[in-house]
């Protein structure tokens, strides 16, 4: 059974920067896609960024250029930098792992987090 395990949400300025991580255990991380989601309660879950095991990583379009992921396989963890943080940023974020190829699609994920939340004022 794969279990994740989100760290380093909290509160920060808009502008500001914030690194959550990922702990990823009871499965070969390496062997899986890995990736971060975000949900605020008035909207559907977002897809935010994933990266598969050669380390190729993608983001969704309101982000790029702002958060970069990243994964260690050998600690089996997931981490995601994010800068120039937006009050729209405000979501609780989630890690998310499915086998083998990466998808934005959230349903396509079968493991997840319990989430961590992240704030950002104006």
């Known amino acids: 059974q794969v279990q994740l395990v989100e760290s380093g949400g909290g509160a920060v300025q808009a502008g500001g920067s914030l690194t959550l991580s990922c702990s990823v255990s009871?499965?070969?991380?390496?062997?899986?896609?890995l990736a971060w989601f975000r949900q605020d309660p008035r909207k559907e879950r977002e897809w935010v960024a994933s990266?598969?095991?050669?380390?190729?990583?993608s983001y969704a379009d309101s982000v790029k250029g702002r958060f970069t992921i990243s994964r260690d396989n050998a600690k089996n963890t997931l981490s995601l930098q994010m800068n120039s943080l937006k009050p729209e940023d405000t979501a609780i974020y989630y890690c998310?792992?499915?086998?083998?190829?990466?998808?934005?699609?959230?349903?396509?994920?079968?493991?997840w987090g319990q989430g961590t939340q992240v704030t950002v004022s104006s």
């Open positions: 998310a792992a499915r086998p083998l190829y990466c998808t934005s699609a959230s349903r396509a994920f079968p493991y």
């Open positions: 990266i598969s095991r050669p380390g190729s990583p």
């Open positions: 009871g499965a070969t991380s390496g062997t899986f896609c």
